[in-house]
C-alpha cells in the first residue's frame, strides 16, 4: 500500500526559508509524477509544485522563484525548498503521488488527479 510521509513544518518569520520533505513508500517511487499542494486557513487547496518522472517542474505563479521542488529517487523523498517566506505562504503542505508519470495541468492545479496523500506538515510564517 502506498504510504506518503511528510515532515519539516514549523514557524518562520517573513522573509526565511524551510525545506519540507515527503517520504513514500510502499509503490515504486521513481515512476509517478508528485507534487507539493497547500491549503491555507479557510481557503480551498491549491498546487504548489509537481514534479514528473522525466524531472520537468511546474509552480504556481506566487512562488516561482521562491520555491524549489525536488526528488531523490534512490531515497524515495520528495523535496520543497521555500525561500522568501511571506504570510500568505501559511498553511498544511501536503505530499501527494499521481496516477500517472506526468501530472495533468489540472492536477497541477488543484490536486485532481492524485491518488495518494500525506496527512500534510503546518507551515506558518508570521510578520
Known amino acids: 500500500e502506498a504510504h506518503l510521509e511528510e515532515s519539516g513544518g514549523g514557524s518562520v518569520q517573513a522573509g526565511g526559508s524551510l525545506r519540507l520533505s515527503c517520504k513514500g513508500s510502499g509503490y515504486s517511487f521513481h515512476w509517478y509524477c508528485m507534487g507539493w499542494f497547500r491549503q491555507g486557513l479557510g481557503k480551498e487547496r491549491e498546487g504548489i509544485a509537481t514534479i514528473n518522472q522525466d524531472l520537468t517542474t511546474t509552480y504556481e505563479d506566487s512562488v516561482k522563484g521562491r520555491f524549489v521542488i525536488s526528488r531523490d529517487n534512490d531515497k524515495n523523498m520528495l523535496y520543497l525548498d521555500m525561500n522568501d517566506l511571506k504570510p500568505e505562504d501559511s498553511g498544511t503542505y501536503y505530499c501527494?503521488?499521481?496516477?500517472?508519470?506526468?501530472?495533468?495541468?489540472?492536477?497541477?492545479?488543484?490536486?485532481?488527479?492524485?491518488?495518494?496523500w500525506g496527512k500534510g506538515t503546518l507551515v506558518t510564517v508570521s510578520s
Open positions: 501527494a503521488r499521481d496516477w500517472s508519470r506526468a501530472c495533468a495541468m489540472e492536477t497541477q492545479r488543484t490536486g485532481a488527479g492524485m491518488t495518494t
